[in-house]
Structures are given as C-alpha cells and as structure tokens.
C-alpha cells in the first residue's frame, strides 16, 4: 500500500525551528518528486515546497522563501522540511504529497499524508 | 487572494448536477497547464478526484468530470450525493510565480 506519513509537528514560539519528516513506503521513493502544502485551520490549501526525486531541484513560495528548506533522503525514503525564524502565519496542518508520474514535475497530487499539526505561538 | 479563483459555495439537491468554477489567468491555465482537482472530505486529507484536466484517477465515480477551456477550468457532478458534501480544490502551475497554485476552494452542500 501506498502511504505516506508525516510528523514532527508541535507548538513552537514565534522565532523558532522546527523540522517535519514524511516516511514514504509501497513505492520507488527516489522515483517521485515530493511537494509539502499546508493548510491554516479553516483555510484553503497552500503550496509550500517541492523537491525533485533526485533532490536536484527546489522550489519555495515566496512566503517560505529562504526560512524553509525541503530535502530529502532516498536511502531513508524520507522527506523533510526544516522550518525557521517560525512566524504566527505558518500556524496550520502540514501534509505531504507524491507526485503520479515517476520523475515528473507538474503532475498532480495523487497520495497524500494525513497532516502534521503545527502550531506557532508565545 | 488566490491565484485561481473558485466560488466560495455551491449546493444543490440530491440526484442534481453542480459546477463547479476556477477561473485563472494566461500565466497558468491559459498558458496550457494542467488543471487537476481535490476532493477533501471533514477531516481527512486531500484527495485526487480529477487529473490532467478531465481524467479520474481509478475508483473514482464517473459522476465526476472535468473541462479545461482558455484561461479556466470546470468539475461537475452528476447525481449528486450526501456523500458528495466536502471542499473542492482546483490546482494547477503558474509561470510568472513559478509556483504550484490553489484555487480557493468550493464548499458543496448537499441540501
């Protein structure tokens, strides 16, 4: 089966880091570009960051852009997100995603996790 | 303010037919990408309903369908059902941003 699982999530004060993971199994990790989205309570999603299934390529929302950053370990079929200088804005649910097309770019989200709460505040 | 823009609601009675809307611009839809769908259902995760503008993922009721024409995109469903009530999320890439883009998303009741 298919399935991706997030955590790492937890309340942190304004200012500080924190680094989520997501441990993929039942498919060829190192195949598949990986993307974070997150998703503030009650909100819509937001795409937050992709890597591609060699690490090769980054890409940050501006709203992120040079606080997070996305990496990956193929050896451990895992995905990260180091998050820092953590702002009361990134307060939301933190959900990974696999791409459909093996070592593809701009396919779609076909299996997500089930989400990481983070939460920011004093 | 997302890039694309969805109505915030939509309903419609059980056994009817809704749409619904995401409209964009010529840096994403209209600059030829694909536009793929969500269906997130009360607490659960998102989940592909519609990719590469009008396919369904397998296990996905053919009640589900979408369209893609000039700068916007369209879901609809036919035979709607009380299990149908969720948010709905259209997605696609925009160049100008360089960023993978939202819709806002669609609430559907089912009255």
């Known amino acids: 089966e298919v399935q991706l699982v997030e955590s790492g999530g937890v309340v942190v004060q304004p200012g500080g880091s924190l680094r989520l993971s997501c441990a993929a199994s039942?498919?060829?990790?190192?195949?598949?570009?990986m993307h974070w989205v997150r998703q503030a309570p009650g909100k819509g999603l937001e795409w937050v960051s992709l890597?591609?299934?060699?690490?090769?390529?980054?890409y940050y929302a501006d709203s992120v852009k040079g606080r997070f950053t996305i990496s990956r370990d193929n050896s451990k079929n895992s995905l990260y997100l180091q998050m820092n200088s953590l702002r009361t804005e990134d307060t939301a649910l933190y959900y990974c995603?696999?791409?459909?097309?093996?070592?593809?770019?701009?396919?779609?989200?076909?299996?997500w996790g089930q989400g990481t709460m983070v939460t920011v505040s004093s | 303010q997302s890039v694309l823009t969805q109505p915030p609601s939509v309903s419609g009675a059980p056994g009817q037919r809704v749409t619904i809307s995401c409209t964009g611009s010529?840096?994403?839809?209209?600059?030829?990408?694909?536009v793929h769908w969500y269906q997130q259902l009360p607490g659960t995760a998102p989940k592909l309903l519609i990719y590469?503008?009008?396919n369904r993922p397998s296990g996905v009721p053919d009640r589900f369908s979408g369209s893609k024409s000039g700068t916007s995109a369209s879901l609809a469903i036919t035979g709607l059902q009380a299990e149908d009530e969720a948010d709905y999320y259209c997605?696609?890439?925009?160049?100008?941003?360089?960023?993978?883009?939202f819709g806002g998303g669609t609430k559907l009741t089912v009255l």
């Open positions: 997605q696609s890439y925009d160049s100008s941003l360089r960023e993978w883009v």
């Open positions: 010529s840096s994403n839809i209209g600059a030829g990408y694909d």
């Open positions: 995603a696999k791409i459909e097309t093996a070592m593809a770019i701009l396919d779609a989200f076909d299996i």
């Open positions: 590469g503008n009008s």
């Open positions: 890597i591609s299934w060699d690490g090769g390529s980054t």
């Open positions: 039942g498919f060829t990790f190192d195949d598949y570009t």
